[in-house]
C-alpha cells in the first residue's frame, strides 16, 4: 500500500528544491510565485502529518521523515536568503546547529520510548512541555517561519521592496532565531541529564 503522507512529505521537499533554485532569477513575476508556493509548501507540513491520522497510516518512519523534511526546507530557505545577502550567514549556521542538536537528543529518546511530543514526551517540566511541545508554540513557531519565508522574498521585489513588507520580514526573520533558541533550550536542558543517564 502506498504511504500518502510520506508522498506528501517528500513531495514538498522537492518542491522545494525547485523553489529555491529559482530564487536566484531575478524578476518579480517569479518572484512572486515562489513566495505562494512557498505557502505552500510550509502548509503541506500540516497535511502530510492530517493525512496520516486521516488514512490511518502514522508510522515511526513517517514522523522521522516528517522532521527531516521540515529541517531540509527549512535549512534550504535559510540557506538561499544568505547566499543572496539577504540575511546574516550566522542564521542559517543558528537553526542548523541547534536543529542537529535537538534532533539528535530526540532520536536518542525515542531510543527510550520517548517522543518529542505528545503523551510520551521527553520533555518533564510545565515549562518545557509548554514551549516544546504545545501545539500552541509549535503552530506560533511554524507561522512566524512561514510568514518570514514569505515576507522575505516578497521584500525583495520591485513593489515590495516600496512598502513595510522588507521591514516586516526583517523582524520576523529575528523573531523565529529567537523562538528557535527558546524552543531548543528546554530539550537541550532536559535532554543532556536523560544522556547522562541521571
Not at 518579480?28 to 510565485?33: V, Y
Not at 546574516?88 to 530526540?106: K, Y
Not at 503523551?119 to 507561522?143: D, Q
Amino acid at each position: 500500500m502506498i504511504n500518502v503522507p510520506n508522498l506528501v512529505t517528500i513531495g514538498r521537499v522537492i518542491l522545494c528544491m525547485f523553489v529555491v533554485m529559482a530564487l536566484y532569477l531575478p524578476d518579480d513575476t517569479t518572484r512572486w510565485t515562489i513566495s505562494v508556493l512557498t505557502g505552500l509548501i510550509i502548509w503541506a507540513d500540516g497535511l502530510d502529518g492530517f493525512l496520516a491520522r486521516k488514512l490511518k497510516q502514522t508510522t515511526e518512519f513517517g514522523g522521522m521523515l516528517d522532521i527531516a523534511g521540515d529541517r531540509v526546507v527549512e535549512i534550504a530557505y535559510w540557506i538561499v536568503f544568505a547566499t543572496l545577502g539577504w540575511i546574516p550567514v550566522w542564521v542559517p549556521l543558528l537553526f542548523l546547529v541547534r536543529g542537529t542538536f535537538v534532533d539528535s537528543i530526540r532520536a536518542f529518546a525515542s531510543q527510550k520510548g520517548m517522543t518529542a511530543f505528545g503523551e510520551k514526551t521527553m520533555m518533564k517540566s510545565g515549562l518545557g512541555k509548554f514551549l516544546v511541545a504545545s501545539n500552541f508554540s509549535r503552530f506560533s513557531y511554524a507561522i512566524a517561519k512561514a510568514f518570514a519565508f514569505c515576507l522575505m522574498i516578497a521584500a525583495h521585489t520591485t513593489y515590495g521592496a516600496t512598502t513595510i513588507i522588507p521591514q516586516v520580514a526583517d523582524f520576523l526573520v529575528y523573531f523565529s532565531c529567537a523562538f528557535c533558541i527558546i524552543r531548543g533550550l528546554p530539550v537541550l536542558i532536559e535532554g543532556v541529564p536523560l544522556i547522562r543517564g541521571v
